[in-house]
């Protein structure tokens, strides 16, 4: 044998194991790495101009250092086999991710505030750790008050909408609407159940949820969303999907929910009669669905055309309200929708402008009347400061 030869001790198939297996790790490490990134950035706001070794900076590197990990662990809970320590885990990420959220703001005002009154004569000197404190205890106090409102049962929010021309028949017509519910990590069937039974005390004509009912798969939450099919209305229950149900597995979902006796309605519609009137009930696919099935974009005039056109009412439900001035368009009476949550908690209610036209209530687009409600749950951390609603929606005869 050549003594300059080796002899690989490994086989060809181990050799190509290995970066299958370091592969593996990517999903937690490219979250850590950006969390780490951003509590590093948020450490060294609150303790600029403090030793690192003081106790204050010392003791917030270790609170951060903790929530560094509760973070990522959190948002990859539903991926244990371990239901219980999947549980844990979502709520100990998602509860640091809502306080880090108000620190990391909080944190961005002090470093502002602070040399403004620097620079307007207000002496600052010996401020660094007592204003950092303020900072930490505020967002933990927003944290704690976000949780207490977000896990209060919906508040019943009754909404008169006048229509001009409304036939005599349709006077009185009552839609019972829920929204973003986001049943996931920390909303299972429980909040679900006694969302369901707060409906059906309305005794509704029509029930309509707008989308975002779901934060995960069929598989992992089809047990937590089966209250769904004991919601009662005299007209039935009708569904459009949100995004995250696109994120979720729609063709999976939509299937679902039709097995659960729920009337998902993709760019069509059904007509509702009472004597000698009509109410068109159309529905509308998400607003980004064209990204993800482009049959199945966005479309308001398709959802209505055919019998619908000539209805006496025409409504629409679309999940975000950026679909509101095609709706207009398209000649509807009153369009609902959800998924801006209010903006959920401060600050982020100044921000939802950004995206659309309007934040949370009643508005006009032309001769229709939008409501956006600001949801019957809550997205990622158990945290809001605005109460989550059912709305109960009244058709009136404009004076």
């Known amino acids: 044998m050549d003594s300059a030869s080796t002899v690989d001790p490994l086989p060809e198939t181990a050799r190509a194991a290995r970066p299958r297996r370091a592969l593996r790790w990517l999903p937690l490490a490219l979250p850590l790495a950006l969390v780490g990134g951003l509590h590093y950035a948020l450490w060294a706001l609150l303790t600029a101009g403090q030793s690192p070794a003081a106790p204050f900076a010392m003791g917030l590197a270790a609170y951060l250092a903790l929530s560094t990990l509760a973070i990522p662990a959190g948002l990859l809970s539903l991926r244990t086999r371990n239901p219980r320590w999947g549980a844990a885990l979502s709520w100990a ?176 519609h059904f007509v509702v009669q009472r004597e000698n009137s009509t109410l068109a009930v159309a529905g509308v696919t998400d607003h980004s669905t064209g990204r993800f099935f482009s049959e199945l974009a966005c479309d308001p005039h398709a959802a209505i055309c055919g019998a619908g056109q000539d209805a006496d009412v025409r409504l629409l439900l679309a999940h975000q309200p950026v679909t509101a001035p095609a709706g207009a368009e398209a000649g509807y009476h009153l369009a609902l929708h959800g998924h801006t949550h209010g903006g959920q908690w401060w600050p982020w209610n100044h921000f939802v402008r950004v995206q659309q036209p309007v934040v949370k209530g009643l508005h006009r687009f032309g001769r229709m009347w939008s409501y956006t409600s600001v949801g019957t749950g809550y997205w990622g951390p158990p945290k809001r400061h605005f109460r989550s609603e059912i709305t109960l929606l009244t058709l009136r005869s404009a004076l």
């Open 93 to 268: 990420g998602l509860l640091a991710l809502g306080q880090f959220s108000s620190l990391f703001v909080l944190a961005l005002l002090r470093a502002a505030l602070l040399p403004a009154l620097d620079w307007a004569g207000v002496p600052v000197l010996g401020w660094s750790e007592p204003s950092a404190w303020v900072a930490l205890a505020l967002s933990v106090a927003f944290t704690a008050v976000g949780f207490v409102v977000a896990r209060m049962r919906p508040g019943v929010v009754e909404v008169e909408i006048p229509i001009d021309g409304l036939p005599a028949d349709l006077h009185g017509f009552r839609i019972a609407q829920i929204t973003d519910i986001h049943v996931g990590p920390t909303i299972r069937r429980g909040y679900l159940q006694r969302i369901v039974d707060q409906v059906n005390a309305l005794e509704a004509d029509l029930v309509a949820i707008t989308g975002d009912v779901v934060d995960g798969d069929v598989p992992t939450l089809q047990a937590h969303v089966a209250p769904l099919q004991a919601l009662q209305a005299r007209e039935g229950v009708a569904l459009v999907i949100g995004n995250h149900e696109l994120y979720s597995g729609a063709e999976s979902w939509v299937r679902e929910f039709r097995r659960l006796g729920l009337r998902v309605l993709l760019n069509e």
